[in-house]
Each structure stands twice: as structure tokens, then as C-alpha cells.
């Protein structure tokens, strides 16, 4: 079984500031994590992922994310926020190579001028 | 260029009427899946398939069905609409190994009413 927790429904940021989306997973088996983003009315694009390989994984648009076993963490950061980063953000995990994705519920990033 | 095709994007159609939302890629997956996601919320799985003539349900009880007759295409079908079923709909593809993860088409926006 495995499933996502996103916490926050809503971050909001101001431009230049520091992004930080949280997700924590649960897993049986070692998972392979994802962050996808999707901007309004639109289809949703993968940023990175997670396949166990390096922990710290670097993704399109200047974000990154860390995979901590410890503390089942997937945590999706951008050193300065843009405007045009402000969509909604998906934290998603698998158990296997071939297996199904389970989304968390989605964070609403809102970057402030 | 690989990618995944869903049309229409937008549809408004009459209770009553059946519909066929329509999904192709050109990545040779043999994984493709249907989500519904109603606006700002999470993503449901409704319907997925490994391969031809494979089809399965998924976590969210939905009315539609689905065929997969082809590698490439996978299209969802509404026998009959009703106001219930107004939402977005999402299609995906995925590939395995290192080519894990979703691609999402840019999905359809249905409203019945």
C-alpha cells in the first residue's frame, strides 16, 4: 500500500522568496516519488523524480527536491520564487517500476509581487 | 514529437447525451489511465490498462467505461451524461524501468448540462 500527504492546501510566497512544498509518503516497498505541476486548465507536467539514485534530485524551472528514507519526506523547494511559479503543485509515489501513481491532494503555490 | 492527445478540450453537451472523450500517444506505452479532477482538487483514478484488451477500475466508482483496442488509443465513453459527470478529465501514459512516470495529455474540460 502507499499513499501521499501534502501539507498545506495553500502556500503563498513572495517573489524572491524561498519556495518549500512538504509531501511525506508511506510505502511498503522502496518507493519511486514524483513531483508534477499543473497550471491552470491544463494537464500536468512532470518536474522530477525520484528513482533511487541521487538523493537530491534537480528538476525543470530551478526546483529540487530531497528524498529523506528517515523521515519519508519528498520536500520540493526553489531557492527564489517567480511569478510564474504559482500553479498547483502534486507530490505522487509508486511501488514499483511499473505500478500506478497515488497523488497527494495537491498544493496552491501563490507568489506575491 | 512523443506525446500524448486528448480531444476535445473543452465539451458542454446535454444531459442525456452519450459522449466519447478521446485519448492517443505516440510513446508506444502499454500503461495508460483516466483520471477525473474536479477544479482544485486531487486527481481520481477511474479507469487504467497494461496493454490491449486490458482494462481495469480504478480507486473512484465511475459510470464511464473504456476500450483499448489499440496500443495508442484508450477513450472513455459517458452512455449517458448528466450534470454529475461535469468535471475535468485527465488522460495519462507511462512508461517503466528508467522511464517511469506519467505524461499527461492537456485534458478535457466536460460540463452537462
Known amino acids: 500500500a502507499q499513499s501521499v500527504t501534502q501539507l498545506g492546501s495553500h502556500v503563498s510566497v513572495s517573489e524572491g522568496a524561498l519556495v518549500l512544498l512538504r509531501c511525506n509518503y508511506s510505502s511498503s516497498v522502496p518507493p519511486y516519488l514524483f513531483w508534477y505541476v499543473q497550471y491552470p486548465n491544463q494537464g500536468l507536467q512532470l518536474l522530477l523524480k525520484?528513482?533511487?539514485?541521487?538523493?537530491l534530485v534537480k528538476g525543470i524551472n530551478g526546483f529540487e527536491a530531497e528524498f529523506k528514507k528517515s523521515e519519508t519526506s519528498f520536500h520540493l523547494t526553489k531557492p527564489s520564487a517567480h511569478m510564474s511559479d504559482a500553479a498547483e503543485y502534486f507530490c505522487a509515489v509508486s511501488g514499483a517500476s511499473y505500478g500506478k501513481l497515488t497523488f497527494g491532494q495537491g498544493t496552491i503555490l501563490t507568489v506575491h509581487p | 514529437e512523443a506525446d500524448i492527445y486528448q480531444t476535445p478540450r473543452y465539451l458542454v453537451i446535454g444531459t442525456g447525451k452519450k459522449i466519447t472523450l478521446e485519448c492517443s500517444q505516440t510513446m508506444g506505452h502499454d500503461k495508460m489511465y483516466w483520471y477525473q479532477q474536479d477544479p482544485g482538487m486531487e486527481l481520481h483514478l477511474i479507469h487504467y490498462s497494461y496493454g490491449v484488451n486490458s482494462t481495469e477500475k480504478g480507486d473512484l466508482s465511475s459510470e464511464s467505461t473504456v476500450s483499448r483496442i489499440r496500443t495508442e488509443h484508450f477513450p472513455l465513453t459517458l452512455e449517458s451524461a448528466r450534470p454529475s459527470h461535469t468535471s475535468q478529465y485527465l488522460c495519462?501514459?507511462?512508461?517503466?524501468?528508467?522511464?517511469?512516470?506519467?505524461?499527461f495529455g492537456s485534458g478535457t474540460r466536460l460540463t452537462v448540462v
Open positions: 525520484y528513482t533511487s539514485a541521487a538523493t
Open positions: 495519462a501514459s507511462s512508461g517503466s524501468g528508467l522511464h517511469i512516470g506519467y505524461t
